[in-house]
């Protein structure tokens, strides 16, 4: 092994700074203040963390968001990443800059570079030459597959993948304490970080490395049990801090996975692919696809060759990172290999993820991370002596020509028809196309060539040939991936549908796409509908997609306002009148309250049957399920009919509660039309009430006669130890870095002689 680097921790700080530097330089449409990223980052990520803010600034937790989709457990969507450190940071820097666009920019500039970082960091441990490092870390966030997330929400889980192998080294080369509580607080980071399907592959990559490094790591121990009695502990405390770290949410999630997509996602949709073993050949050629779609696993001619070139030595460690990677890119074939089905019918746990293509995210890293052996062979070829730096260069020319012969043999079976639309690739003749697809590996074969032989200060002129061409090739290459960008959102949007005449704030409306470029999350008015998370419910979705368009089920959940294609047809609906504000715009001119007693529910078998009920019934009624009832709520429920509706007083309505005042002039049923979810407890005049799901989405009460105060809050069981377990484990792992970094600086601090007052003699 290498000597390690006497101050990584600086090394990796500043490239991490080169990693975001040339991620901008590639991506100049970002600086022109005219375009920025799209997808998750504008419609999520961004109105999250100001949602985040809002509700700390308000002196409440970020647990329930009322204004969206009628209503969402916010701490139960990990994707959220409510109490992700990252998204604290940015949220004060939302109170105290405003809700800025840049901000969100900032966020994935972060992850740019501690995934970066991480990379570099990763491989300097363990002595790579510090050009080796920078070339990993860049390949690595300029990748096609890291690129491409750029403004995705799992940009965050993956940028801390280098991280965890990192912890994991650590640990197995020292198994203590303190390092079982780094590997456990980067993996409750990474969990925290938004996207559980890829922390469950970061996890999957680390569990194998470990079996196999821990196993070799015992086998080379002196004292194998003393090496024993000490990982245990370590591996306690990773397992302890990750747990308390992840246990907030998981209270969330529990409670709110049940009835959600992806509580019932098909085997058909957990395993569907677009990749295929061939396309293993788009690592050095990315117009090796089908259908002109944007390249998937690009990382560049020349890492690729270095990768092939560090294989040609034999080392443990390399041949597990690529059968690690070769693993990851099966997996990553779903459906089109039988290696992800066989673990999807054998083992639960990789039934609750979709999209497979993402496991090409730990092949893109183990890739960067050999790529950097290669060059590091490459680097000490001159010092090994003039045979062996001969035999080195014959292995680079012959791992050239079979990438040449497989590319070319590839292109050739693809067929004209067949080949990609990139822009390298639309050219007449099939062999002038191939041989621009294939240059860029040519021209870095032929800078990396040198390295053998040069010594000294003439590696420095070596190297820098050797990134130019690494920089233009993913910059031309993957030009179509990092134009993916979209026109700046704005939340003004929100003060753009209250300017609407005859439009009263406070009143819910339905925005269906009226507005292009939307930010998902409202800020202070009531959305029915939303963007649809892999945690929306079925019964969501279901409901929806029938009073979009029937307009007494828009009625029946307290919708006042509709924006969207479906206005015309509405209004022809006679059973509620309508009022048209604009071409667009329709005005229900007589929506249920947000609450009401009801005197006569109705029950019924099933949810089916609630919803065409709904969708025929004005005034609105109160359906109950059947299921939904122990035997003595039925009995109550239909003991004594009376008709008419009665509002309810809202007294407060705030995130995470809701308090109602209500006369009931019999015994009824108050609905509340705010979603139901498991989290929420009630009580009626200070006694608890058990919450009941009522009219196939919203909450509902049993009421007796007479006047009641009505008090609803957000709390799933469980969530509130676990709240206050994770920020004592933040108070103290925080206390204990602070104690660290200050023993660290007063031990780096010069030593001064007893008695010496810093003074000068004379």
């Known amino acids: 092994m290498r000597p390690a680097p006497r101050r990584p921790l600086h090394e990796a700080a500043w490239a991490a700074v080169a990693c975001v530097v040339v991620f901008v330089a590639l991506h100049p449409l970002l600086v022109t203040g005219q375009h920025a990223l799209g997808w998750d980052l504008a419609r999520s990520s961004w109105p999250e963390i100001d949602f985040i803010a809002r509700s700390l600034a308000a002196g409440q937790l970020p647990l329930w968001n009322p204004y969206e989709k009628l209503g969402y457990s916010f701490v139960g969507d990990p994707e959220s990443a409510v109490l992700y450190p990252l998204r604290w940071a940015l949220a004060a820097l939302t109170g105290a800059c405003g809700s800025q666009i840049w901000i969100a920019l900032l966020q994935v500039l972060l992850h740019v570079g501690l995934a970066g970082g991480g990379t570099y960091l990763l491989l300097r441990r363990r002595g790579l030459p510090r050009a080796s490092c920078l070339l990993a870390a860049l390949t690595f966030v300029l990748c096609s597959r890291f690129a491409k997330s750029k403004d995705q929400t799992v940009l965050g889980t993956v940028a801390w993948l280098p991280w965890l192998l990192l912890a994991l080294d650590q640990l197995l080369r020292r198994p203590t304490w303190r390092a ?417 007693w009801h005197g006569s529910p109705v029950i019924v078998d099933d949810g089916a049957t609630v919803l065409e009920r709904l969708q025929r019934a004005a005034p609105p009624g109160v359906y109950f399920e059947r299921g939904d009832l122990t035997a003595a709520e039925r009995a109550a429920a239909t003991a004594r009919r009376s008709g008419g509706l009665q509002p309810a007083v809202v007294q407060e309505r705030s995130r995470n509660r809701l308090r109602l005042a209500v006369e009931a002039p019999a015994a009824g049923v108050l609905l509340i039309n705010e979603a139901y979810a498991p989290g929420w407890q009630a009580t009626v005049d200070g006694r608890p009430a058990r919450v009941l799901r009522a009219n196939y989405l919203f909450r509902a009460l049993l009421l007796a006669p007479g006047r009641h105060a009505i008090e609803l809050s957000y709390a799933p069981r469980g969530l509130r130890p676990a709240l206050a377990a994770f920020a004592a484990l933040m108070v103290v792992l925080l206390a204990w870095g602070i104690g660290l970094g200050w023993r660290r600086c007063r031990s780096c601090a010069p030593h001064r002689p007893q008695g010496d007052l810093g003074g000068t003699e004379r």
Do not use: K
């Open 180 to 596: 079982g509580v780094a590997l456990g607080l980067v993996v409750g980071l990474d969990f925290l970080a938004g996207y559980p399907p890829n922390w469950f592959r970061n996890l999957l990559a680390l569990a194998i490395v470990f079996t196999v490094e821990g196993a070799h790591a015992l086998r080379r121990a002196n004292a194998r049990a003393h090496y024993a009695r000490h990982l245990a502990p370590a591996l306690l405390a990773a397992a302890g801090v990750a747990t308390l770290c992840a246990l907030p949410v998981l209270v969330a999630v529990v409670s709110a996975y049940e009835g959600s997509a992806r509580s019932t996602m098909s085997r058909t949709e957990t395993l569907r692919s677009a990749l295929s073993l061939v396309d293993a050949l788009q690592l050095v050629a990315p117009g090796l696809r089908h259908g002109g779609s944007l390249p998937a696993l690009y990382l560049g001619g020349l890492p690729v060759l270095l990768a092939l070139l560090a294989l040609t030595r034999y080392r443990p460690q390399r041949w597990l990172w690529a059968g690690l990677a070769g693993l990851f890119f099966l997996l990553a074939c779903g459906d089109h290999t039988p290696l992800l089905p066989a673990l999807y019918d054998a083992l639960p746990l990789f039934r609750y993820w979709r999209i497979p293509e993402q496991y090409l995210f730990v092949t893109a890293l183990l890739l960067c991370l050999l790529a950097a052996e290669g060059l590091g062979d490459l680097l000490a070829a001159a010092t090994l002596g003039p045979g062996a730096a001969a035999r080195l260069r014959w292995r680079l020319v012959a791992l050239l020509a079979l990438l040449v012969a497989a590319v070319g043999w590839r292109w050739l079976a693809l067929g004209p028809a067949s080949r990609g639309t990139h822009a390298f690739h639309t050219l007449p003749h099939a062999g002038g196309a191939l041989g621009l697809a294939l240059l860029p590996t040519l021209l870095g074969a032929a800078a990396a060539l040198p390295l053998t032989w040069a010594r000294g200060a003439h590696r420095r002129w070596a190297l820098p040939p050797l990134f130019a061409l690494l920089l233009l090739d993913l910059g031309t290459q993957l030009r179509p991936v990092y134009d993916l960008l979209e026109p700046w959102p704005r939340f003004e949007h929100e003060a753009a549908l209250l300017q609407l005449p005859g439009i009263a704030q406070g009143d819910r409306f339905a925005d269906d796409d009226y507005l292009t470029h939307r930010v998902s999350l409202r800020r202070s008015v009531y959305d029915a509908l939303g963007t649809h998370r892999a945690l929306t419910t079925d019964r969501y979705r279901d409901y929806w997609a029938a009073a979009r368009t029937h307009a007494p089920m828009l009625a029946a959940s307290a919708v006042r306002y509709y924006f969207g294609p479906a206005a015309d047809r509405l209004a022809t609906q006679r059973e509620v009148p309508t009022r048209r504000l604009a071409p667009a715009v329709l005005e229900l001119l007589a929506p249920a309250p947000l609450a009401y």
